[in-house]
Nanobody, 122 residues
Framework: QVELSESGGGWVQAGGSLRLSCAAL????????LAWFRQAPGKERELVAQ???????SYADSVKGRFTISRDNARYTVYLQMNSLKPEDTAVYYC????????????????WGQGTQVTVSP
């Protein structure tokens, strides 16, 4: 199995930037689909960004042009660079991982981190 641990969250003013990191303990990290989710108070968890084993990326419309997901397989880490932050971005951010086969079969990610708080003030 895989253990994920997020870091880099914090408090920033609108327009600022923040980079989240998610370190993975696993033996097949390079083959995983990786993603960042977020959950704001009173709202459901939503997919923010995703990156495949081949480094293809996709983003929620609300963050396109502002957020960038990347991965460093040598360091077993996935990142989320967040620029031009808005108060609406305030949420707990989670990283997730799954091999493509299981993601396709189950429709959900296999492994999740504990989350890191991002707060953006006006």
């Amino acid at each position: 199995q895989v253990e994920l641990s997020e870091s880099g969250g914090g408090w920033v003013q609108a327009g600022g930037s923040l980079r989240l990191s998610c370190a993975a303990l696993g033996r097949t990290f390079s083959s995983y689909v990786l993603a960042w989710f977020r959950q704001a108070p009173g709202k459901e968890r939503e997919l923010v960004a995703q990156i495949t084993a081949g480094s293809s990326t996709s983003y929620a419309d609300s963050v396109k042009g502002r957020f960038t997901i990347s991965r460093d397989n040598a360091r077993y880490t996935v990142y989320l660079q967040m620029n031009s932050l808005k108060p609406e971005d305030t949420a707990v951010y989670y990283c997730a991982a799954s091999d493509l086969r299981m993601l396709t079969l189950r429709g959900v990610y296999d492994y999740w981190g504990q989350g890191t708080q991002v707060t953006v003030s006006p």
